[in-house]
């Protein structure tokens, strides 16, 4: 059974720590990977991974891929408040537009 | 069955008639989405509605239409179908509109020939 599972479910940081979030998938023909990070009213796009060992940067994020291991992390430096929220993880199929997510990361920052 | 269902799960229509895409969840969650999802962008807001009878647009509202007469529906209707609404459509539900998780669809794929 085709699969997404992110670790921690949940992590507790302080302002100004660094935050490595994981997602593993068991998934057939796998085309990308997606990050989104969710807070207030719905969830927003952050990277879209297609190839290993390039890393996708924006800002205090980063994002990269290992196809061999099947899985993706996401790291976020300087944590700040406003980085509290659910991150999740989604794995596009390929052919199928289809997409399955992870059950996500509630990261919580207090000052 | 318990969760977010979505139907039909494939449609496929001619430019210009009107559609509607159904969303039902099970856990009596306040808030509902209507995302779609295009190759080479992430998920992108059409609508939300935050309760029954309250809705409001999201990133690209322009085209469809949504109600929420009752909690546990939230169809999106496509009023007049265009080629540039071929794409994946995603509901979503959760307890609340931040916090915590967003439950998701299956997805329904439309094309408009």
Not at chain 1, 86 to 104: M, Q, R, S
Not at chain 2, 2 to 24: D, W
Not at chain 2, 60 to 85: C, H, I, M, W
Request: with cysteine; glycine share 8%.
């Amino acid at each position: 059974e085709d699969k997404v599972v992110q670790s921690p479910l949940s992590l507790v940081v302080h302002e100004g720590d660094t935050v490595t979030l994981n997602c593993s998938y068991e998934v057939t023909n796998f085309r990308s990977l997606l990050w989104y990070k969710q807070e207030k009213k719905a969830p927003t796009f952050l990277f879209m991974l297609t190839s290993s060992g390039i890393e996708k940067k924006s800002g205090r994020l980063s994002s990269i891929l290992d196809k061999k291991e099947l899985f993706s992390i996401l790291n976020i430096t300087a944590t700040q408040t406003g980085d509290s929220a659910i991150y999740l993880c989604a794995v596009e199929y390929y052919n199928t537009d289809k997409l399955i997510f992870g059950t996500g990361t509630r990261l919580q920052v207090f000052p | 069955d318990a969760g977010i269902t979505q139907s039909p799960r494939y449609k496929i229509t001619e430019t210009g008639r009107q559609v509607t895409l159904m969303c039902h969840q099970t856990w009596s969650h306040s808030y509902m989405f209507w995302y779609r999802q295009d190759l080479g962008h992430g998920l992108r807001l059409i609508y939300y509605s935050a309760a029954a009878d309250i809705t409001d647009k999201g990133e690209v509202p322009d085209g469809y239409v949504v109600s929420r007469s009752k909690t546990e529906n939230f169809p999106l209707t496509l009023e007049s179908a265009t080629r540039s609404q071929t794409s994946v459509y995603f509901c979503a539900s959760s307890e609340s509109g931040g916090g915590t998780e967003a439950f998701f669809g299956q997805g329904t794929r439309l094309t408009v020939v």
